[in-house]
């Protein structure tokens, strides 16, 4: 019965001793992030791969939305495999124009905002126009700007172009359409209380309904914080209510490695994940069919 699910905690596997320990706990907490990793680039750190909505979908928990991946339309390019650094919105608002290779303008194909147009028609434009050329990146061109105004305004970006070899005063910044952010995940309510009894979720992983189909800026940091405080008081009520099944807490079994195999091949792992990114970049990425 999918309404009757209970979570008593988590198996953690302890590295170091390489020990899967069992974890019991009244109430346990999912923030583990979005995954972006599943794409080939992404702005997310190397850890989100989806773990925390995964689990909870293997425990019949309800997750929805998943389809709904916002893309930033400006990351800079890297061969490097990881996160990719993020060159901000407001670089555009200064003023620099997005071009092919070869220098072509094309935003005014797409709209009339061109640059300023928003992240959804930025990222599938450039798509576009990698597909139509077979570039894997186009270029940011800030080559017009005063030097002094960008360094003020954006020392990071400054430096971090300087690193990968790039002056932004005299090159195209080589940019990318990157997974950025997902908007759905596991669902919850307004106390972050997931579908499965004493289990909470927060931040990227939830369906909070707070994001659409298209998140807004910054409204990740109102989530965290929103539903991360609406779900302690949650719990403190559940705590001084004290409903619990204490005997299921106590009998929780342990770890069972039963039908589980170690892969020693790491290079498998890798493969996998690789030929994974490649199919998701190409046919589930920023433009996609029904199949």
Not at 26 to 45: D, L
């Amino acid at each position: 019965d999918k309404n009757n699910i209970t979570c008593y905690g988590a198996y953690v596997l302890d590295q170091k001793n390489k020990k899967i320990e069992k974890i019991t706990a009244k109430v346990t907490m999912v923030a583990t992030g979005g995954a972006g990793h599943v794409y080939k680039n992404t702005t997310n750190p190397i850890i989100a791969t989806g773990d925390g909505i995964a689990f909870v979908h293997r425990a019949r928990g309800k997750v929805s939305n998943m389809q709904y991946i916002q893309f930033h339309p400006t990351a800079m390019y890297s061969k490097r495999d990881g996160m990719l650094f993020l060159i901000s919105e407001a670089v555009r608002g200064d003023g620099a124009k997005l071009r092919t290779k070869n220098g072509e303008k094309f935003m005014h194909k797409y709209d009339e905002r061109e640059e300023l147009a928003s992240r959804d028609i930025v990222a599938r434009a450039i798509d576009n126009e990698m597909k139509i050329t077979g570039d894997e990146f186009v270029g940011l061109d800030c080559t017009h700007m005063n030097r002094e105004k960008f360094i003020e305004h954006f020392p990071n970006i400054y430096q971090k172009c300087l690193d990968e070899g790039i002056d932004p005063m005299k090159q195209l910044i080589p940019v990318v359409p990157a997974s950025h952010y997902l908007c759905g995940g596991i669902d919850i309510d307004m106390n972050a209380q997931s579908s499965i009894k004493n289990l909470f979720a927060v931040g990227e992983c939830t369906n909070s309904g707070l994001h659409g189909a298209n998140r807004l800026a910054s409204n990740s940091l109102l989530e965290g914080m929103v539903f991360g405080h609406n779900g302690a008081m949650k719990t403190v009520e559940l705590l001084q209510k004290d409903e619990f099944n204490y005997s299921d807490l106590e009998n929780v079994p342990e770890w069972n490695e039963e039908g589980m195999k170690m892969t020693d091949e790491m290079v498998i792992i890798t493969y996998l994940r690789k030929q994974l990114q490649e199919m998701m970049s190409d046919l589930v990425g920023i433009v996609r069919s029904n199949e």
